[in-house]
């Protein structure tokens, strides 16, 4: 169905591959503009969730991406617990091209399982430099026996870099799990190579 106020995205088989409202300011405000943002975002979880078929969700996700509007970056939030890696690259490829992100959606996100959406908000904390999330990392690091959150979370201490993220790093250096350590150690050049600006 669509009216006004509403985009319907085409996929290549004729079908409509989302609906999609249009963002306009709410005349009610922001709270009530948030609250509209988390509705969108929510049905289109509900909908992305009862579709199997992981190459549609994936149309849905890219369809989402079109749209410039605060609820496509919660959706996206929510979209790394996507099981499928394809889906999850195309995500955290969208949320890295971004100039900001979201810091209270990526820390809540790193909270919830499953283990791979936290790798992941571990990865674009680092594409972004986040020093502001290193105290965040470093709690994900110690309340898991994941090795692969572990070792991502070291790649991203690399890339933000600083004083207590090298801290981290030299712990993490001693961890159980080669990977990790490898990780660490690397990380470790990274972060204290003498940088340029």
Known sequence: MTGPGKLVSKSADGGD???????????????????????????FLKKLAKTTDKKRRLAILKACAKVR???????????????????????VKELAGRRTLDLGQALSRLERPPWYA???????????????AVHEIRKAVEE??????????????GEIGGKEA?????????DPNTYVRQAAEEAIQKASEVRFV
Request: aromatic share 4%; hydrophobic share 50%; net charge positive.
């Open 69 to 91: 509007a605060a609820w496509v970056e919660e959706l996206f939030w929510e979209a790394l617990g996507d099981a499928c890696e394809v889906v999850r690259g195309f995500v």
């Open 166 to 174: 090298l801290h981290i790093l030299v712990r993490l250096k001693k």
């Open 118 to 132: 936290k790798s992941a908000v571990l990865k674009l904390l680092g594409v972004h430099k986040a020093k502001e």
């Open 17 to 43: 591959s989302a609906v999609l409202s249009a963002e306009r300011q709410h005349p009610a405000g922001p709270a009530a503009e948030r609250q509209v943002h988390s509705l969108i975002c929510g049905r």
């Open 144 to 157: 898991t026996n994941n090795a692969d959150i572990r070792r991502s979370a070291a790649e991203a201490l």
